[in-house]
T-cell receptor, first 112, second 114 residues
Framework: DTGVSQNPRHKITKRGQNVTFRCDPI?????LYWYRQTLGQGPEFLTY????????KSRLLSDRFSAERPKGSFSTLEIQRTEQGDSAMYLC??????????FGSGTQLSVL | AQSVAQPEDQVNVAEGNPLTVKCTYS??????LFWYVQYPNRGLQFLLK??????LVKGSYGFEAEFNKSQTSFHLKKPSALVSDSALYFC????????????FGAGTRLFVKA
């Protein structure tokens, strides 16, 4: 069990560029989440996967955001045409069954 | 719809004193309830959870929380605070049947003074 791994740790991009983040969950966990956290706020739910199926996507999420988990293992989160308001910490978490969430260290996105 | 309220942005206590961090929730059906802690430049870490059974649950680092169904509350407590407990604390809720989305509160910053 090496924990939830997220890459990159930091990403600086210019407004209008596309960015992609990767999350490798704990291997036996079939449930994977993406959250967004801004300074001083709690994690905000973005999307949820059970195995490779994306079962829910937040209504707050614009069409510029897309996530995949093609083989039910790692997941990617892509943001197209980034805006300054997208600047935040993007967190990935995984769990099995009724258990608690295990969080990665996050990817800090800065849009200039 | 699910929601979590943490009414205090910050809680200040002296080392050695008991601490309470408040949380109330709203969820349809019965809840799974959680507390997580976030230290500076660290990821969120699980503290404790309520799934079913005894309303008083014990977790890591001497923390405990009491589930009160009538008041829809799940307050975090510790009998004797340590300076090292200073961190950001998040309460979270998920429905226990057909639920998968875990919703977090805005967080409460705990400051323990020596």
């Amino acid at each position: 069990d090496t924990g939830v791994s997220q890459n990159p740790r930091h990403k600086i991009t210019k407004r209008g560029q596309n960015v992609t983040f990767r999350c490798d969950p704990i291997s036996e966990h079939n449930r994977l989440y993406w959250y967004r956290q801004t300074l001083g706020q709690g994690p905000e739910f973005l999307t949820y996967f059970q195995n490779e199926a994306q079962l829910e996507k937040s209504r707050l999420l614009s069409d510029r955001f897309s996530a995949e988990r093609p083989k039910g293992s790692f997941s990617t989160l892509e943001i197209q045409r980034t805006e300054q308001g997208d600047s935040a910490m993007y967190l990935c978490a995984s769990r099995s069954d009724r258990e608690k969430l295990f969080f990665g260290s996050g990817t800090q996105l800065s849009v200039l | 719809a699910q929601s979590v309220a943490q009414p205090e942005d910050q809680v200040n206590v002296a080392e050695g004193n008991p601490l309470t961090v408040k949380c109330t929730y709203s969820v349809s059906g019965n809840p799974y309830l959680f507390w997580y802690v976030q230290y500076p430049n660290r990821g969120l870490q699980f503290l404790l959870k309520y799934i079913t059974g005894d309303n008083l649950v014990k977790g890591s680092y001497g923390f405990e929380a009491e589930f009160n169904k009538s008041q829809t509350s799940f307050h975090l407590k510790k009998p004797s605070a340590l300076v090292s407990d200073s961190a950001l604390y998040f309460c979270a809720v998920r429905r226990n049947t057909g639920g998968f989305k875990t919703i977090f509160g805005a967080g409460t910053r705990l400051f323990v003074k020596a």
